[in-house]
């Protein structure tokens, strides 16, 4: 059982200060974070990324 990917735990980023935080939902991997320090060209920059397998375990992501 994948913390991440079926318990949707959330992974603090390195990068941005630490203030990104990444979250697999379904089959997408959402980015966000404090709007302070995540503001990229006057803009919050919040992708979401459709992704087909989990990047901590390797399993097979389904939509919910």
């Known amino acids: 059982m994948c913390e ?3 318990k949707r ?3 603090k980023s390195g990068n ?3 203030s990104a ?3 697999i939902c379904g089959k997408y991997m959402d980015i ?5 320090k995540f503001n990229i060209f ?3 920059y ?5 992704i087909k397998f989990c ?4 399993r097979k992501l389904e939509e919910n």
Do not use: A, N, V, W
Request: hydrophobic share 20%.
């Open 46 to 50: 919040q992708p979401s990324f459709d």
């Open 9 to 11: 735990k959330e992974l």
């Open 21 to 23: 935080t990444m979250r």
């Open 55 to 58: 990047p901590m375990c390797g």
């Open 42 to 44: 006057k803009r919050i």
């Open 16 to 18: 941005f200060c630490g």
């Open 4 to 6: 991440y990917c079926e």
């Open 32 to 36: 966000y974070g404090d709007e302070k």
